[in-house]
Structure formats: structure tokens, C-alpha cells
């Protein structure tokens, strides 16, 4: 990732879309972090296996916080399943980036593992 | 006189080109650079003195034994400690650990440390409270300062007051002497955590009276996986053994066993003796410079640092305001996580630490960060890198708010 793409990742940044918590959300996770210094919480609200709004909360980097918010947008509309199938790929397509280097893979991929995770747990019922 | 210019010549990786542009290594205190006299001391150990040492009779073996045994001599006079009080680990964070394994807690004992802690000497004593121990943090003030009160009231049942001689993160050098004394008049044993204060300044263990002091090797230009845990003499008997096996016995019957003396004894298995004689010629290399003229060009620099850093607009300073404190840079740029400052630097060619430096409590809870860049200086950074660190910063704001 060039500088140019970086400062306009980080314009989004500022006002990040589907920032906020979800009341009655139907998946959530809160509290997820990986990489030192961010930590995320997700929600989701379905309808049957569609997914109706996504949605973030929490504090991160440039590259983990507009990754999630731009996978809130990508998700809603999209089947329920979508989550298990994506990977680092996608959300570099989401970013706009090429390959992402090695040490920002932790950042880019929080906001899609807090997903997965509020996906499990749900199904696992600790919720 | 000291030239960081002719200093810098010693460590080869500072030629280096990060991302087309030159080197500035600012993460000094994550780990250091090696000067070419450790570098081809390694290859040398390897090329004429490898052998397994202590046990075998053999001539090679000898010369290992000797290279590994004079490496402890500078090690030990390097602190002002006897030979036998030096004890090889991995680094600081095994040296820490180890004295949370060894030494026989109790329940109801209390364990005393602070919030300016590296997570290494932090996490080893909140193991303990399962056991029963219970761990006091003690606060720090506005001035990133330990707040001193908490050590003339120890809680009854102190067995160990353990605590860093300089913060990884503010910087701040703490009174460890005042410390050790208030603790010792409580009867409480003393840790100081000296993996920051060791590379950059005089540490005298003797003058400081502590009972243990650890420290990292690769923090002072040595090679990574070798550290110290000083063990005072007198305190030594007190700790039962970390590890067992090879080398620290005398003799093994099934039934009977036959320790040997420390610093053996806490030396289980064959050593890291390349390791060690590293750091033994990285304390050649910091003895033939002089430790009060690195902290002198170093209090210079960082002084330096903290002027040009405050001209940028905008930028929360989260280190430098104790009365003394080492050459560390904790900052913030509003509107930026740590992470993405330190990722704009390395495509200029400037490596700094971002994130939470491994002392998460301290950050978090005491600075209200979410994280923070990190400079860190040592002896062959130099104004003109200052410089160009801190227009680059200039520059990052300026396309931030322009």
C-alpha cells in the first residue's frame, strides 16, 4: 500500500460508516482484540439468513478500522454464510490494496475475525 | 571524545536502506544493534572455541569453559557484582520468572510492584495470586513518578518489592536506591527490573543494595537470547532451583543428589555460551566508550529530541516529565492510531515501536491511550536523524489537517 491510498484510507477514517452499537442485535462480539491496540466490538442484525444491518464499536488503526467498516457495508444484503467464506483477500479487495504487508495482516483482519466470532459463539450458544 | 559519527561505523546494519531511503533505527529500546566486534566475536566463538564447556576434559572444551567463565567476570565487574552472583538466562523477562519460580512464596504473602511495568514483571507475580499471594500495585503521578508513600507503607507480609529502574514506555528512572532501602527496613526483598537502565547508564548492584537485578544482553548490543539475573550472595540459599538437569549438580545417586554451588545451580542444561560471549565483548565495546559518556551524548540527544518534538503542533507527549528519565519518546498523533504512525515513518526509512510496548496496564489505565508511538535512542543515533524524524512527523500532521 502506497502513502497516497493510506492518507485516503485515513480520510475515512475520521467518520467511519456503521460505527455504533446495534440494540437487540441478533450476533454480536464484544471486546475482540488481536493486535496490540485495537479492540472491536460487532454487531449484527438478521432477518432468516439475511443479513439486515452490520456494525462496529471500539477503537483501532487506520487499516483495522476502515477494513471493518468497509465490511459492515459489504455485508448487508449478503447471506449469513458469507462471513465463514471470506478471507485476508477479500478484505484487501474491500481496502482497495494489494497484497498487505506482513505486519499490517493483524490489523486488516480483526474487524472479519470478531465476524467469525460472534458467529460461533452464537452457535455455540454463550450467548 | 565522543564521535557517534566514528561510532556509527561500528554497526554495520546502520548502512542499511529501509524502503529506498536511509536507516534511523529508533527502536533501541525494543532491541539494539550489534557492533561488528560481537558480530565477528560470534563467528570467531564458532570457528575456534565451540565446545560443550564445564564437563568435558578436552582442550577445545577448555577454551569454551574459559570464554564462557571471562564473560561472566566482565558481566559481574560491568555491575560491580563477584562472578558468582551472575546467573546466565535467556533475557530478562526468564531472569524475572525465574525469581517468581525460586523463591518460596507463601500464602498470605504480599508481592509489592508498580504500574510502570513492562508486562515481564508484571505477569509473573499475578500468576501468584492463585496461590494465595497477594500483589500490590503501587501508582505513578502526574509526573510519570512512582508515587513513593506506598513504599513507607508496605503491606505486613511483603516478601519482594519488585520494580523497573526505567520505564519502557515514560522513561521515567525511578529512585530505586530510596526504594530498596524502604523495602529492605520492611524486611521485603528487592527485584529491580534493569533492562532499560543497564545499556544506558552506570548500574552499581552494591551501591544499589538490591537482592536481584535482571536485565536483556540484545538491549545492549549484545546477541538476543542471552540475559543476567543477579543474585546477591547472601540471598542465593533462599531459592530453591528453577530447572534441573545437566551441569548443576555435583553428583547423582537415585537417592541422593548433590547440588552444585550458584551460579551453576541455576544454570540447568548446556548454556547459551556464544551468548555469553557476546555480551561479554558488547561490555567491551560499552567499557572502551565509556557508560558516563553514552549517558552524557545520550541526555544531550534526547534533550534535543524532546525541543524538536514539541514544535509539532498537535502532538501528545506521553513520556519525559519525571525529574530523570531515559532517552524514550512516547507520543501520539490526534487522529492517528500508533500503528499507522509507525507504518507512514517506515516508508521514509525511520523504524519506531507502536502499540502498547508491553505494559498495557500502564498505558491504558494510567495514560488513557489506546496505544502509543514509541522513539528510543541509543548511542549511535544522531541529531541529523532527529531531524529528519521530526520533519517527517511535521509532514504526516500536515496531510492529516491540511
Redesign the interface.
Known amino acids: 500500500m502506497d ?1 497516497d491510498r ?2 485516503e484510507l ?1 480520510e475515512l ?2 467518520n467511519p460508516k456503521h460505527k455504533g452499537k446495534i440494540e437487540n442485535a441478533d450476533y454480536k462480539y464484544e471486546d475482540f482484540s488481536i ?5 472491536f466490538s460487532v454487531y449484527l442484525k438478521t432477518e432468516g439468513k439475511k443479513i439486515k444491518d452490520a456494525s462496529f464499536d471500539g ?7 476502515v477494513a471493518v467498516s468497509k465490511l459492515c457495508d459489504f455485508l448487508i444484503g449478503k447471506d449469513i454464510s458469507t462471513i465463514e467464506k471470506m478471507d485476508l483477500k477479500d478484505i484487501e479487495n474491500l481496502l482497495g490494496i494489494g497484497k498487505i504487508s506482513s505486519s ?1 495482516i493483524d ?1 486488516a483482519l480483526v474487524g472479519l475475525k470478531a465476524f467469525k466470532r460472534a458467529i460461533e459463539s452464537k452457535n455455540s450458544n454463550i450467548y | 571524545m565522543f564521535d557517534p559519527y566514528k561510532v556509527r561505523e561500528d554497526f554495520p546494519i546502520l548502512g542499511r536502506k529501509i524502503n529506498g531511503h536511509n536507516l534511523i533505527y529508533f527502536d533501541n529500546a525494543a532491541t539494539t544493534q550489534k557492533p561488528n566486534k560481537v558480530i565477528e566475536g560470534i563467528s570467531y566463538f564458532y570457528r575456534e572455541l565451540n565446545a560443550n564447556p564445564l564437563r568435558s576434559v578436552h582442550s577445545l572444551a577448555q577454551n569454551a569453559t574459559k570464554a564462557y567463565n571471562e564473560a561472566r567476570e566482565k558481566i559481574a565487574k560491568f555491575i560491580n557484582a563477584e562472578p558468582e552472583e551472575i546467573i546466565f538466562v535467556r533475557n530478562a523477562t526468564e531472569a524475572i520468572n525465574l525469581v517468581s519460580f525460586s523463591l518460596p512464596f507463601r500464602k498470605g504473602d504480599s508481592v509489592v510492584t508498580t504500574y510502570l511495568e513492562h508486562h515481564s514483571n508484571l505477569l509473573p507475580w499475578l500468576r501468584l495470586k492463585k496461590n494465595g499471594i497477594n500483589v500490590k500495585m503501587v501508582d505513578i503521578d502526574e509526573n510519570y513518578e512512582l508515587k513513593m508513600d506506598d513504599f513507607e507503607h508496605l503491606p505486613r507480609n511483603t516478601k519482594l518489592v519488585t520494580f523497573t529502574h526505567a520505564s519502557n514506555v515514560t522513561g521515567t528512572i525511578t529512585n530505586a536506591k530510596k526504594i530498596i532501602k524502604l523495602a529492605h527496613e520492611a524486611r521485603s526483598l528487592t527485584l529491580v527490573d534493569a533492562a532499560q537502565s543497564v545499556p544506558h547508564m552506570k548500574v552499581d548492584v552494591k551501591e544499589l543494595d538490591c537482592d536481584f537485578l535482571a536485565f536483556s544482553g540484545h538491549k545492549m548490543l549484545g546477541p538476543l537470547g542471552i540475559g543476567v539475573l543477579y543474585i546477591k550472595k547472601d540471598v542465593q540459599r533462599q531459592l530453591s532451583t528453577f530447572m534441573e538437569g545437566g551441569e548443576m549438580i555435583q553428583s547423582v545417586e537415585i537417592n541422593k543428589i548433590i547440588y552444585a554451588e550458584p551460579p551453576l545451580l541455576f544454570e540447568a542444561g548446556t548454556q547459551n555460551i556464544e551468548g555469553a560471549y557476546g555480551l561479554g565483548l558488547a561490555v567491551d565495546y560499552l567499557n572502551s566508550i565509556g557508560m558516563k559518556n553514552i549517558e552524557r551524548y545520550e541526555e544531550k540527544l534526547t534533550k534535543y529530541l524532546y525541543q524538536k518534538a514539541k514544535e509539532i503542533n498537535g502532538i501528545e507527549i506521553l513520556s519525559g516529565k519525571s525529574k530523570q528519565f531515559g532517552p524514550i519518546l512516547s507520543f501520539n498523533i490526534p ?6 504512525v509507525a ?2 515513518l517506515d ?1 521514509k526509512g525511520i523504524e519506531i515501536r ?3 510496548h508491553c505494559a ?1 496496564p500502564l498505558i491504558e489505565d494510567k495514560l488513557k491511550a ?2 502509543a508511538a514509541r522513539a528510543s535512542l541509543y548511542l549511535y543515533n544522531t541529531k541529523e536523524e532527529i531531524d529528519a524524524f521530526t520533519a517527517e512527523l511535521k509532514e504526516i500532521t500536515k ?2 489537517h491540511g
Open positions: 502513502e493510506f492518507y485515513s477514517y475520521k493486535s496490540c491496540g485495537d479492540r477503537n483501532g488503526c487506520v487499516i483495522s478500522t499490517r490489523c | 487522529g492517528l492510531h500508533s500503528h499507522d507504518f507512514l516508508k507502536s502499540g502498547f498495557q489506546n496505544g496531510h492529516l
